[in-house]
Nanobody, 122 residues
Framework: VQLQACGGGLVQAGGSLRLSCAASGRSISNYRMGWFRQAPGKERDFVSA??????LYADSVKGRFIISRDNALNTVYLQMNSLEPEDTAVYYCAAGQGVRSSLKTTASYPYWGQGTLVTVSS
């Protein structure tokens, strides 16, 4: 499966962006989908994930970000509200299948998009 992320950009603090992750090659309807982000000089961190159960969120984005999927469009979204300068990073979408102990680790996702840059100005 190939993933293409888009929707990043420059936004002022308090603003919103919606990231999209379009999948091709096969249906992702039964895939677990995740969003991660990587700020300059830092590791790639978990942001949000969606599998068969309730969505998961990192504590830092809980209440501000919403993950969703549209299986008909084979696309996953990340709605980001009340953005803060600390949210500045390259955002990556990821996909995986099968049973994993955690949805919050990069190792659980063998398929990755190319990343889209989100810059939040203060």
């Amino acid at each position: 499966v190939q993933l293409q992320a888009c929707g990043g950009g420059l936004v002022q603090a308090g603003g919103s962006l919606r990231l999209s992750c379009a999948a091709s090659g096969r249906s992702i309807s039964n895939y677990r989908m995740g969003w991660f982000r990587q700020a300059p000089g830092k590791e790639r961190d978990f942001v949000s994930a969606l599998s068969g159960g309730s969505p998961l969120y990192a504590d830092s984005v809980k209440g501000r970000f919403i993950i969703s999927r549209d299986n008909a469009l084979n696309t996953v979204y990340l709605q980001m509200n009340s953005l803060e300068p600390e949210d500045t990073a390259v955002y990556y979408c990821a996909a995986g299948q099968g049973v994993r102990s955690s949805l919050k680790t990069t190792a659980s996702y063998p398929y990755w998009g190319q990343g889209t840059l989100v810059t939040v100005s203060s």
